[in-house]
Structures are given as structure tokens and as C-alpha cells.
């Protein structure tokens, strides 16, 4: 049955509780990184690999355990997910090196593959009104911003007051709260243990995904061979194929292709990549330039591109309780291009000042808050209750590819674009051409000589930084189209939901 009607109401905190987690545990090192990086004497290479570990991980998982939720019951998802969640966040707490802090991130990231699907498909399952639906799953989707850009905050201020490994700690309270409240009010609604939950299935995902992102994060530095980054998109494609011929044979797949012929269920998907991966891509940049060249502490960075996160509530808010007079196509479409156009004001702020950087990035949230807030409602409100799992695995597969590609794609993008751009005088040694971090290294030690170098590599990081914002907000306007074609049929009073109310 589903949770009393009071109840229903603290579900949502609980499960927000947990998916508030879950985001936070990846924008959280957009500010920690350098400190990590540092502490642990990790690599550039390790240090992209403690960010990338966890979302890697939790894309390729994803999938089989929104299935198995709806096999064995979400409820018992979202519980296991929370206590894997707890054990590996003081795993990672106390890491003494970058090595086992990379597994931890990897355990982690079951856990949190094993409770994410399970917070939107518990909040499908309780509410049966749609309006409160729409309202409640806008918040949920909200949050996915929100966290996004809380993250570097909090990550600012633990550094700024503890030591490193309080980011990672600060999540078991929250875990054992989320748990006693879970136990209580989520509803005990009993899984389907007729359908058989396909292991090998899910393994063939978790490789390719796997395979993918690495045939990219090591095209991006390369050099003279091609040998990895070649074999890695071969076994990509080799799995990807065995994964999707497996699934057109099983009666019960993991993923059922058919769902996605539904436009609005696949522009949902669609926008919450774009949405991650633009809204990821600059909050990582911002933070990475502002710390590197204008010199501010990783709290001041964080508090920067919050301003994300207070643009986006309102919109979102709102979205979500006006979804049936405005339209899906309004909402997702015209979201992803008044961001886009939002993150060129941004970027235009670099040279003309920190005031039109930060209403760029508020009103970048603003547009994207809009797209976060019914993205959810598209897919999980296109689907039966049933394929409630199967549907929340799609759309959190989206979610974290997003933010993935926003690392690997524009992180190794940053880089390549520093090194390649960079001129330092004779003498500079080349360490300093590697990342802007060894630049600054290299300008502490040599006392008079060094603002030159600190100049020049600032001026690079700059030119980097202007063209990853460039690419973010091309990202943004491509979703626009695609998305606006998609959903030329979802206007204003349109209906949203293919299954509006709960059988």
C-alpha cells in the first residue's frame, strides 16, 4: 500500500535527502580536488579518476539496479543503497592514498546506483495526484542543480575548517537519518519477483559505458598513439552491441527499447544530458579558474558558481505546478536555449567584470532549473508504474553521463587547451606547461621571474576557459532544437503524462 497520506510528504524529504547525496558526493570535489591533489600526491591522471570513478561506475550500474528495484521492491533498494552509501563515504574519509580513495569512490557509487533510481520511482509509486506528482518530482529534479552547485560550497567550507576527508564524512549523519525515516514512512509496495533480473546484462553495460568514456578521456592526450583510446571504443562497441542484441531477446530486458518512442520520454532523457553536462562543465571550469587564476579559496569558488543554484530554484519551482498550462515544450526547450544564451553572458563577464559573470551563471541556472523540473515528470510520467524503476535508471544513466562527459570531455578539454596555448619564457621548465598548478608551483620558486610565468599561464587558462564555456553553451542550444522538434506537439495545455494517473 502506498505511505499515508501524511506521510507522503516526508518521503519526499527522505528521498531528496538521499538524492541530495548522491549529487553532492561528485560537485563536492570540484573544489576539493586541488586539495586531494596535493595531500594524496596524486597525478593529473589520478585526479580526473576520483572524480571520474564515482559517475563511471554509477552509469554502468544504473540500469540493472532500476530493474532490480523493480523486481525486489524500491524501498529495499533505496535502504541497501543508503548503508553501501555509509560504509564506503568512511572508506573514503580516511584514504591514504589516491589509489584506495579511487576504489572508494567506486564503492560508493554502488551504493549510490542502488539508492538513486529508487528516490524517483518511490516518489512515482506515493503520489497519486498528478498535480502534487508534477510538484513533487520538480523538487526532486531541482535538486539535482541545487546539489550540483552546493557542492563546491560545502566542499570550501570543510577544507577552509578540517581536514580533507570531512567532505566524504559529512555524508554518514545524513545517511543514518535518511535511514530511520525510510524505515517508517516509504511504502512497502512488493516488487514483480516474476520477472528475472538479468545480471549478464548488466555487466555488458557496465563495460561499455566504461570502455566508451575511457576510448575518450585518453583521446584527449594521446600524443603519437592511438593504441588505448582505439581499443578501449572497440570493446565499447563490442559490448554496446552484445548489450543491445541481448535485450531485443530477453521478455524481460533490462532495458526495453520500445519506451523511447514516446517523444516525450526520450526529450526527457535528452534534457537532463544536456542539462548535467552544461550545467557540470561550468561549474567546473569557474571554480578550476578562479581558484588557479584569480586566486580564490575553494569556499569563495563555491560561494561563485552558487549563484547556479539560486537561479535555478525558482524555475523549477514553478515549472513544476504550472507544467499543464505552460507545455513541455516551453519548459525543456526554451529552458535549454535561455541557458545557453546565459552562459555566453557569462563567459562575456570574464573580461567585463565579476557582477554580468555571476548573473550569467544565475540565470544559467534559471534556464536550466526550468528544464530540471519536468525533464523528470516526461519520463517517469510517460512509462507504467511498473517500468518505474526501468524508467528512473534511464533518466539517472542521463543524468550522470552528463556529468561524466562535463569531466572527461570539457576537464580534458581545459588542459589540452592550456598546454597547447601556453608561452613561457626561456628557462620555464616544462613541468609548468603540464597543468596550471605546476605553473604556479614553478612561479612561487622563482621569486621576480615568476609573475611572468604566472601572467602567461594565466592568459592560456583564460583562453582555455573562454572556449569550454563556448562549447557548454553550444551544447545547450543543440538541446534547444532537438529537443524543441521532439516535443512540437507538447504546447501550452497539452498533455504531459501518458499515464496520468496511478493503476
Do not use: C
Request: proline share 4%.
Amino acid at each position: 500500500m502506498p505511505a499515508a497520506h501524511s506521510n507522503r510528504w516526508v518521503l519526499l524529504v527522505t528521498v531528496a535527502a538521499g538524492l541530495l547525496l548522491i549529487v553532492l558526493d561528485n560537485s563536492v570535489l570540484y573544489t576539493a580536488l586541488p586539495t586531494l591533489t596535493r595531500e594524496l600526491g596524486a597525478t593529473a591522471t589520478q585526479g580526473l579518476w576520483i572524480i571520474n570513478a564515482y559517475p563511471l561506475v554509477m552509469a554502468g550500474l544504473l540500469l540493472g539496479t532500476g530493474t532490480l528495484g523493480d523486481r525486489i521492491g524500491h524501498r529495499r533498494m533505496f535502504l541497501i543503497g543508503l548503508v553501501l552509501f555509509g560504509v564506503a563515504s568512511i572508506v573514503a574519509a580516511y584514504s591514504p592514498t589516491a589509489e584506495i580513495l579511487i576504489g572508494a569512490r567506486a564503492f560508493l557509487a554502488v551504493g549510490a546506483a542502488a539508492m538513486m533510481p529508487a528516490t524517483l520511482a518511490l516518489i512515482r509509486v506515493t503520489f497519486e495526484d498528478d498535480r502534487e506528482r508534477n510538484i513533487a518530482i520538480a523538487i526532486w529534479g531541482s535538486l539535482s542543480v541545487v546539489g550540483a552547485a552546493l557542492g563546491p560550497i560545502i566542499g570550501g567550507f570543510l577544507l577552509g575548517h578540517f581536514w580533507w576527508g570531512s567532505v566524504f564524512l559529512i555524508n554518514v549523519p545524513v545517511v543514518v537519518a535518511a535511514f530511520i525515516s525510510a524505515l517508517i514512512v516509504a511504502p512497502k509496495v512488493a516488487g514483480d519477483a516474476t520477472k528475472p533480473w538479468d545480471v549478464v546484462s548488466s555487466f555488458q553495460a557496465l563495460v561499455a559505458l566504461s570502455a566508451f568514456v575511457i576510448a575518450i578521456k585518453e583521446s584527449a592526450h594521446a600524443g603519437q598513439s592511438w593504441a588505448v583510446p582505439a581499443i578501449s571504443l572497440l570493446v565499447a562497441i563490442l559490448a554496446g552491441a552484445l548489450f543491445v542484441r541481448r535485450q531485443l531477446r530477453l521478455p524481460f530486458p533490462l532495458l526495453d527499447f520500445s519506451i523511447f518512442r514516446n517523444a516525450a520520454f526520450t526529450s526527457g532523457v535528452l534534457a537532463a544530458a544536456f542539462s548535467l553536462f552544461a550545467i557540470g562543465g561550468v561549474e567546473l571550469a569557474t571554480t578550476q579558474r578562479f581558484q588557479l587564476v584569480a586566486g580564490f579559496t575553494p569556499l569563495e569558488a563555491g560561494m561563485l558558481v552558487s549563484a547556479a543554484a539560486l537561479g535555478s530554484l525558482p524555475t523549477a519551482l514553478l515549472g513544476g505546478a504550472f507544467l499543464h498550462r505552460i507545455g513541455l515544450r516551453i519548459l525543456i526547450a526554451g529552458g535549454l536555449a535561455a541557458g545557453s544564451l546565459a552562459v555566453l553572458l557569462a563567459t562575456w563577464g570574464i573580461t567585463h567584470g565579476l557582477g554580468w559573470l555571476i548573473a550569467g551563471l544565475a540565470l544559467t541556472g534559471a534556464g536550466v532549473g526550468a528544464t530540471m523540473s519536468v525533464a523528470s515528470t516526461a519520463i517517469v510520467g510517460n512509462v507504467p508504474v511498473h517500468r518505474a524503476g526501468m524508467a528512473s535508471s534511464v533518466e539517472e544513466v542521463s543524468y550522470e553521463f552528463g556529468s561524466l562527459f562535463a569531466v572527461t570531455i570539457l576537464g580534458s578539454l581545459l588542459a589540452y587547451l592550456y598546454t597547447v596555448n601556453v608561452v613561457f619564457p626561456a628557462g620555464t621548465s616544462e613541468a609548468a606547461r603540464d597543468s596550471m598548478a605546476s605553473a604556479l608551483v614553478f612561479a612561487n620558486e622563482a621569486g621576480a621571474d615568476g609573475v611572468v610565468v604566472r601572467q602567461a599561464a594565466g592568459i592560456a587558462f583564460d583562453h582555455a576557459y573562454t572556449v569550454v564555456m563556448y562549447v557548454a553553451a553550444g551544447v545547450l542550444a543543440v538541446g534547444a532544437l532537438i529537443t524543441g522538434i521532439l516535443l512540437r506537439r507538447y504546447g501550452p495545455g497539452s498533455q504531459s503524462s501518458a499515464y496520468p494517473t496511478q493503476h
